[in-house]
């Protein structure tokens, strides 16, 4: 599409060339025109460039050599799935944001039992007879009882364990804060998506709308030029229009396409949306 706006340009240049000559036109405007081919020119550039490196980084992805020659559509695909009116909370856990969060808000809950545990003094039995032989009143009344450093020793490091305790719950609080931010993060995120596609939606149809009044007004002016009513450089300005628009439009599909890309990530890759 840019190739026929650079050649559009470079006719109305030519003729603008030839105004010059006869005093129907500007020099200033045939510079101008030619101003405007050098930008088209650049955007051809660019958008080669692009072409080159998004078939470099699909070989990439289906394990061949990035040489930039493997064969692309045509066209951009067409997403004919409508969006649920509904999307359940629950497709979120699939996010790996979420899912790094409540493994954290496990691993912490786990440790804290863990610190718990640790208070106590872990006996075990014996083929001699086991601990029964441990008087529990002499326990209780004396917590230095030294019944070997096993038993003595969580005892008497039972400040410590504490602190720590007192720690795992800070860590515990932490991690339940960064899985409620991670989900409302998410919802942020799937809220933008969907109001993105809902406005390129519209606009689409603005765009569609404006494309049929071009689409038109260039036939018209066709007609007029057939006839003798109107001049060719007329037409070719009317022939940029409908070519810019029509350039926005398919901007706009590729737009909402990544949009839909994006929708599907925030909300962790549900199939609804596949």
Same mark, same amino acid.
């Given at each position: 599409?840019?190739?026929?706006?650079?050649?559009?340009?470079?006719?109305?240049?030519?003729?603008?060339?030839?105004?010059?000559?006869?005093?129907?036109?500007?020099?200033?405007?045939?510079?101008?025109?030619?101003?405007?081919?050098?930008?088209?020119?650049?955007?051809?550039?660019?958008?080669?460039?692009?072409?080159?490196?998004?078939?470099?980084?699909?070989?990439?992805?289906?394990?061949?050599?990035?040489? !930039?020659?493997?064969?692309?559509?045509? %066209?951009?695909?067409?997403?004919?799935?409508?969006?649920?009116?509904?999307?359940?909370?629950?497709?979120?856990?699939?996010?790996?944001?979420?899912?790094?969060?409540?493994?954290?808000?496990?691993?912490?809950?786990?440790?804290?039992?863990?610190?718990?545990?640790?208070?106590?003094?872990?006996?075990?039995?014996?083929?001699?007879?086991?601990?029964?032989?441990?008087?529990?009143?002499?326990?209780?009344?004396?917590?230095?009882?030294?019944?070997?450093?096993?038993?003595?020793?969580?005892?008497?490091?039972?400040?410590?364990?504490?602190?720590?305790?007192?720690?795992?719950?800070?860590?515990?609080?932490?991690?339940?804060?960064?899985?409620?931010?991670?989900?409302?993060? %998410?919802?942020?995120?799937?809220? !933008?998506?969907?109001?993105?596609?809902?406005?390129?939606?519209?606009?689409?149809?603005?765009?569609?709308?404006?494309?049929?009044?071009? !689409?038109?007004?260039?036939?018209?002016?066709?007609?007029?030029?057939?006839?003798?009513?109107?001049?060719?450089?007329?037409?070719?300005?009317?022939?940029?229009?409908?070519?810019?628009?029509?350039?926005?439009?398919?901007?706009?599909?590729?737009?909402?396409?990544?949009?839909?890309?994006?929708?599907?990530?925030?909300? !962790?890759?549900?199939?609804?949306?596949?």
């Amino acid at each position: 599409m840019i190739t026929e706006m650079i050649g559009a340009m470079e006719q109305m240049q030519e003729i603008n060339a030839f105004r010059v000559q006869v005093g129907a036109a500007k020099e200033s405007d045939v510079v101008q025109l030619q101003a405007q081919v050098v930008k088209y020119e650049e955007n051809l550039l660019i958008l080669q460039y692009s072409e080159k490196d998004v078939k470099r980084s699909i070989e990439l992805l289906v394990g061949r050599y990035p040489q !930039g020659v493997i064969e692309l559509a045509s %066209a951009l695909p067409e997403v004919e799935e409508a969006i649920p009116s509904e999307i359940p909370l629950s497709y979120l856990v699939n996010r790996p944001d979420i899912m790094v969060s409540q493994y954290a808000v496990e691993k912490a809950f786990y440790e804290l039992e863990m610190t718990k545990a640790s208070r106590w003094p872990s006996l075990s039995l014996s083929s001699n007879g086991g601990w029964g032989n441990i008087p529990v009143l002499n326990l209780i009344k004396t917590p230095l009882f030294t019944v070997g450093g096993g038993l003595v020793s969580p005892i008497f490091t039972w400040g410590a364990i504490k602190s720590n305790i007192e720690i795992q719950n800070q860590f515990q609080q932490q991690a339940v804060t960064l899985y409620a931010k991670s989900y409302l993060t %998410a919802l942020d995120e799937v809220e !933008g998506n969907l109001l993105a596609l809902k406005t390129v939606d519209q606009r689409i149809e603005k765009s569609e709308e404006a494309l049929s009044y071009l !689409g038109r007004t260039y036939e018209l002016s066709q007609v007029q030029f057939r006839v003798g009513n109107e001049n060719m450089f007329t037409l070719l300005q009317k022939q940029m229009q409908l070519l810019n628009e029509q350039t926005n439009r398919l901007n706009l599909d590729c737009e909402r396409l990544v949009n839909r890309i994006n929708l599907y990530q925030s909300i !962790g890759g549900a199939a609804v949306l596949s």
